[in-house]
């Protein structure tokens, strides 16, 4: 029985609702032969050329294949089928085996991909009656193999053994703490097949041209001589029943999602920003605060918020000799009260002797008048939150800079995102969906410290002499609040 026998079944997959009319499902159908090395008539040849910029598929098929599809093509209910099919039809004596599934590591995207895996067997019997058991995200057979769907942590699935495994979404696989694990887990996926000759197949949207799923792409799309089979096509090509209206409308909204997300093509100019070892150089270890010391001119930068949206956001730095040194990152998220915070704000910048902050220009003269109000001169930054990102770069590439061990901190700062810009000058921001105001903070008060006279700078902490020592004070260091 072939993957396509049982898919036509419909005692099979074909008893499940989204297959009982595979006139939709052409593409995937060709995409399927391809990877198992079955017979194609000339119209499916057409397809296939037109995918993966071939001549001809290989015969006997591929042990590695990359789907690159745009979104709402059915990658997700294919990944399970898949998944499903290789567990059904191994052999029976598959002890300690595992049919996996790999998905974000977010437990939504789990939770849907372990549904689709696991809806053959909530309604057609002839999959029902292979179950032995069922606990949590893990399906286990009769004939020994188990099916599971794990998050994209590497150590998750080492030590393994996979009859098939099966990577959805690979090129969105970040951890909980912002770093990109796409990799390490296909480094960490293929020994698990290494005793199986199992197959690895990989489907996902795109999206910069950087990270494994582009790397992929880039060594083995339209490649003759290549084991690896890549698939790219858009969304509707995949999936015909996609309705025009909705893909009107992802074209007006996003011109440049539209052409990753329905397309399935690779945003061009788009790359993470730091170095992640670059940035992790500069990390304090278990540095979460320094407290305000005499002698040392600090610097502060606000990211301003009105209390619905983004979090309110203060750093506070010093220079000692050239290296910056981040003393304080502090964060207010929503709902809060905005005048209530910058009363906050205030006494913190009083704490380490800050007359002054630096921040954008937020909601026009609020800002200024709400600081004013607490002695505290507000100033208008002059360059964006992409320009500060530019600037601060070099100092994270030359280590000059003392970072606080803060989690949520380097997960902005990791996520941060380069794009190509119109006008000869680079854009740096965060991607959709995540914020950045504590790293916006951070490269503010940077550029403060940087652009500060050197006359400012503390080698070392001064020593004030004691009352009590008959010596007068040479000076008064700082204006009491």
Same mark, same amino acid.
């Given at each position: 029985?072939? +993957?396509?026998?049982?898919?036509?079944?419909?005692? =099979?997959?074909?008893?499940?609702?989204?297959?009982?009319?595979?006139?939709?499902?052409?593409?995937?159908?060709? #995409?399927? &032969?391809?990877?198992?090395?079955?017979?194609?008539?000339?119209?499916?040849?057409?397809?296939?050329?037109?995918?993966?910029?071939?001549?001809?598929?290989?015969?006997?098929?591929?042990?590695?294949?990359?789907?690159?599809?745009?979104?709402?093509?059915?990658? *997700?209910?294919?990944?399970?089928?898949?998944?499903?099919?290789?567990?059904?039809?191994?052999?029976?004596?598959?002890?300690? *085996?595992?049919?996996?599934? $790999?998905?974000?590591?977010?437990?939504?995207?789990?939770?849907?991909? =372990?549904?689709?895996?696991?809806?053959?067997?909530? #309604?057609?019997?002839?999959?029902?009656?292979?179950?032995? &058991?069922?606990?949590?995200?893990?399906? &286990?057979?009769?004939?020994?193999?188990?099916?599971?769907?794990?998050?994209?942590?590497?150590?998750?699935?080492?030590?393994?053994?996979?009859?098939?495994? $099966?990577?959805?979404?690979?090129?969105?696989?970040?951890?909980?703490?912002?770093?990109?694990?796409?990799?390490?887990?296909?480094?960490?996926?293929?020994?698990?097949?290494?005793?199986?000759?199992?197959?690895?197949?990989?489907?996902?949207?795109?999206?910069?041209?950087?990270?494994?799923?582009?790397?992929?792409?880039?060594?083995?799309?339209?490649?003759?001589?290549? /084991?690896?089979?890549?698939?790219?096509?858009?969304?509707?090509?995949?999936?015909?029943?996609? /309705?025009?209206?909705?893909?009107?409308?992802?074209?007006?909204?996003?011109?440049?999602?539209?052409?990753?997300?329905?397309?399935?093509? #690779?945003?061009?100019? +788009?790359?993470? #920003?730091?170095?992640?070892?670059?940035?992790?150089?500069?990390? $304090?270890?278990?540095?979460?605060?320094? =407290?305000?010391?005499?002698?040392?001119?600090?610097?502060?930068?606000?990211?301003?918020?009105?209390?619905?949206?983004?979090?309110?956001?203060?750093?506070?730095?010093?220079?000692?000799?050239?290296?910056?040194?981040?003393?304080?990152?502090?964060?207010?998220?929503?709902?809060?009260?905005?005048?209530?915070?910058?009363?906050?704000?205030?006494?913190? =910048?009083?704490?380490?002797?800050?007359?002054?902050?630096?921040?954008?220009?937020?909601?026009?003269?609020?800002?200024?008048?709400?600081?004013? $109000?607490?002695?505290?001169?507000?100033?208008?930054?002059?360059?964006?939150?992409?320009?500060?990102?530019?600037?601060?770069?070099?100092? +994270?590439?030359?280590?000059?800079?003392?970072?606080?061990?803060?989690?949520?901190?380097?997960?902005?700062?990791?996520?941060?995102?380069?794009?190509?810009?119109?006008?000869?000058?680079?854009?740096?921001?965060? /991607?959709?969906?995540?914020?950045?105001?504590?790293?916006?903070?951070?490269?503010?008060?940077?550029?403060?410290?940087?652009?500060?006279?050197?006359?400012?700078?503390?080698?070392?902490?001064?020593?004030?002499?004691?009352?009590?020592?008959?010596?007068?004070?040479?000076?008064?260091?700082? /204006?009491?609040?």
């Amino acid at each position: 029985m072939t +993957i396509l026998d049982a898919l036509r079944d419909p005692h =099979l997959f074909g008893a499940l609702l989204p297959f009982r009319d595979l006139a939709s499902w052409q593409a995937w159908l060709t #995409f399927l &032969s391809a990877l198992y090395g079955l017979p194609m008539c000339e119209p499916q040849i057409a397809t296939f050329r037109a995918h993966t910029g071939r001549s001809a598929p290989r015969p006997g098929g591929y042990s590695e294949a990359v789907a690159i599809v745009g979104r709402q093509s059915g990658k *997700t209910r294919i990944a399970a089928t898949l998944a499903v099919f290789e567990a059904i039809t191994a052999p029976s004596d598959q002890a300690e *085996t595992y049919a996996l599934l $790999v998905s974000q590591d977010h437990r939504a995207a789990l939770r849907t991909l =372990l549904k689709y895996a696991t809806a053959p067997f909530d #309604f057609v019997p002839m999959f029902a009656s292979s179950v032995v &058991s069922r606990v949590a995200d893990t399906l &286990s057979l009769t004939n020994g193999l188990s099916i599971a769907a794990y998050p994209c942590r590497p150590a998750a699935v080492r030590g393994l053994r996979a009859r098939v495994v $099966v990577i959805d979404e690979l090129a969105f696989f970040i951890s909980t703490d912002g770093r990109p694990t796409d990799t390490e887990m296909i480094r960490a996926i293929r020994p698990c097949l290494a005793t199986t000759d199992g197959k690895l197949v990989i489907l996902s949207s795109p999206y910069g041209q950087s990270g494994a799923l582009w790397e992929l792409h880039r060594r083995h799309y339209g490649r003759d001589d290549s /084991p690896v089979l890549v698939w790219q096509a858009s969304a509707p090509e995949m999936n015909p029943t996609l /309705p025009s209206n909705y893909l009107d409308r992802m074209r007006e909204d996003d011109p440049e999602a539209y052409r990753s997300e329905v397309l399935g093509e #690779f945003r061009a100019g +788009i790359s993470t #920003f730091f170095d992640p070892e670059a940035l992790m150089a500069c990390v $304090v270890a278990d540095r979460r605060e320094l =407290l305000p010391a005499v002698g040392i001119d600090y610097s502060a930068f606000v990211d301003p918020s009105g209390g619905s949206r983004d979090a309110f956001t203060i750093a506070v730095g010093h220079r000692q000799h050239k290296r910056f040194v981040i003393d304080c990152v502090r964060a207010w998220t929503p709902p809060f009260n905005p005048t209530g915070v910058v009363s906050e704000v205030a006494g913190l =910048l009083k704490s380490y002797r800050c007359r002054s902050v630096t921040g954008d220009r937020y909601a026009g003269e609020w800002a200024r008048e709400a600081f004013r $109000v607490h002695g505290i001169d507000y100033e208008v930054s002059k360059l964006d939150r992409s320009a500060l990102y530019l600037e601060l770069l070099p100092a +994270i590439n030359a280590g000059a800079i003392e970072l606080l061990d803060d989690d949520k901190l380097l997960r902005e700062l990791r996520g941060l995102e380069r794009r190509r810009g119109s006008a000869g000058r680079d854009r740096v921001d965060h /991607p959709r969906g995540q914020h950045d105001d504590r790293a916006n903070a951070v490269a503010g008060v940077v550029n403060e410290l940087a652009h500060a006279s050197e006359d400012l700078v503390c080698v070392a902490p001064i020593v004030i002499p004691k009352a009590d020592a008959g010596l007068p004070y040479p000076w008064e260091p700082w /204006p009491r609040f």
